[in-house]
């Protein structure tokens, strides 16, 4: 092959268009376009309510307990070395009995494999699903990396709505309607990201019969699983493993507020063997051989992470989490253009609906966030990157005081915009 002159293509490696394509929907992608329209040098500073990170927050600073538990971990020098490929047992039989707490059986040890964090446990459950012809439901709207997951993995999407007069339930009908032989799998999130709804145990069976009728598995991501503040409580997913088989993508992320440490978990609920039996469990296993683990030594702290934490720091968190959701709710009331349809009631988000027929000289969710944020250094999620376009989602999961002061931003922003008609 003879050089090129200067500008001429002469080399034969490419980027991968599918994952270009697929990390472009990704929450972190719309966040950062967002944030490109940030004023330097504001003197209020910049307020975040665009993602589920309330670590940097004083009121959601982790408990003591989960602290010392990793200091104790690194001290012991007792894991500094590999971990197996599936996690450490103790680990393991930890999140085992932890997650047993909440269902009608237990779990055991080899019903748990670690993974470094909730997202990697996606990647993970998506991939082993993926075959030639397979295509897996999504709610709509939804968490954007299941998309970008499936994309990457070559496993067609299909979305079936969550109903927002009804508290974001999954709308069984339409999911029945997509049925045609080649689903794999149907995503459930509860407690909700991006909704802040909290499903029912009414609604979670009928979603297990749903699932059993049409031969697939459920994805149940639960990484907001107890982050529950309203009048419903959390209910598992696996608590129906009895009718349908159940993969469980988790973490300690959110409910511990360490996102950073990375630690999450696929659980199989499938007290029949049904997983075993069609070698989901042995393909992930295979997956995990090939792949990243958790950091050992987190690993080596979590019996004592889940152990030693009372009770106290969690209803601190929830507590925190109630106050701000009901001030957040309050004061988008307040708010003429922005419709809540319904009150959360878990995780750290809430999902609004814009009228731009109210404002002027703004196009899309995506310009609202743009200008939002140039104007008033308030960072927000365009509702198009989780799936419903002209919406926007709104993490409370800050301190009461900044949340307070974004949504007076806010309601600046939108007073200033609106029509002289309105």
Same mark, same amino acid.
């Given at each position: 092959m003879e050089n090129g002159g200067e500008g001429e293509a002469r080399w034969r490696f490419r980027p991968s268009e599918v994952l270009s394509e697929a990390s472009s929907v990704s929450i972190r992608t719309v966040l950062?376009?967002?944030?490109?329209?940030?004023?330097?040098?504001?003197?209020?500073?910049? +307020?975040?309510?665009?993602?589920?990170d309330p670590s940097m927050f004083p009121s959601f600073r982790t408990a003591s307990a989960a602290e010392n538990a990793i200091v104790s971990s690194l001290r012991s020098a007792k894991f500094n070395c590999y971990a197996p490929s599936v996690g450490v047992s103790m680990a393991r039989r930890a999140i085992a009995d932890h997650l047993s707490e909440d269902l009608p059986y237990k779990l055991s040890p080899e019903d748990v494999f670690l993974t470094s964090g909730c997202t990697?446990?996606?990647?993970?459950?998506?991939?082993?699903?993926?075959?030639?012809?397979?295509?897996?439901?999504?709610?709509?709207?939804?968490?954007?990396?299941y998309e970008a997951r499936c994309a990457f993995s070559g496993l067609e999407v299909r979305h079936f709505n969550l109903v927002p007069?009804?508290?974001?339930?999954?709308? +069984?009908?339409?999911?029945?309607?997509?049925?045609?032989?080649?689903?794999?799998?149907?995503?459930?999130?509860?407690?909700?990201?991006?909704?802040?709804?909290?499903?029912?145990y009414q609604h979670l069976a009928k979603v297990a019969e749903t699932a059993k009728n049409l031969g697939i598995v459920i994805i149940a991501d639960e990484v907001y699983d107890h982050l529950v503040f309203g009048v419903k409580p959390f209910v598992p997913m696996g608590a129906f493993g009895q009718i349908t088989p159940i993969l469980t993508p988790g973490s300690i992320s959110k409910r511990w507020g360490v996102p950073g440490w990375r630690l999450g978990w696929i659980a199989t609920s499938d007290p029949k063997h049904i997983l075993k039996e069609t070698k989901v469990v042995q393909c992930i296993k295979s997956f995990l051989d090939i792949s990243t683990d958790p950091a050992t030594f987190v690993q080596g702290a979590v019996t004592a992470i889940i152990k030693n934490t009372n009770g106290d720091f969690f209803n601190k968190i929830i507590e925190a989490l109630r106050k701000s959701s009901e001030l957040c709710g309050e004061r988008l009331q307040e708010i003429d253009c922005i419709r809540c349809p319904s009150k959360p009631e878990g995780s750290m988000f809430l999902l609004v609906e814009l009228n731009l027929s109210s404002l002027d000289v703004i196009q899309d969710d995506f310009e609202f966030c743009c200008k939002l944020a140039k104007e008033e250094s308030v960072i927000v999620l365009p509702g198009t990157a989780v799936g419903l376009k002209n919406w926007?989602?709104?993490?409370?999961?800050?301190? +009461?005081?900044?949340?307070?002061?974004?949504?007076?931003?806010?309601?600046?922003?939108?007073?200033?915009?609106?029509?002289?008609?309105?």
């Open positions: 950062n376009k967002v944030m490109e329209n940030l004023e330097e040098n504001d003197p209020r500073g910049v +307020l975040h309510l665009g993602h589920g990697q446990a996606i990647e993970i459950v998506v991939s082993v699903l993926s075959r030639p012809g397979a295509n897996i439901l999504l709610p709509r709207p939804g968490f954007p990396f007069e009804r508290e974001w339930e999954i709308d +069984l009908n339409m999911v029945e309607a997509l049925a045609d032989g080649n689903n794999a799998a149907m995503v459930v999130i509860n407690s909700c990201n991006p909704c802040g709804s909290v499903f029912s926007l989602r709104v993490s409370f999961a800050v301190e +009461l005081s900044s949340l307070d002061d974004a949504l007076d931003r806010l309601k600046s922003f939108c007073r200033r915009h609106r029509k002289k008609t309105h």
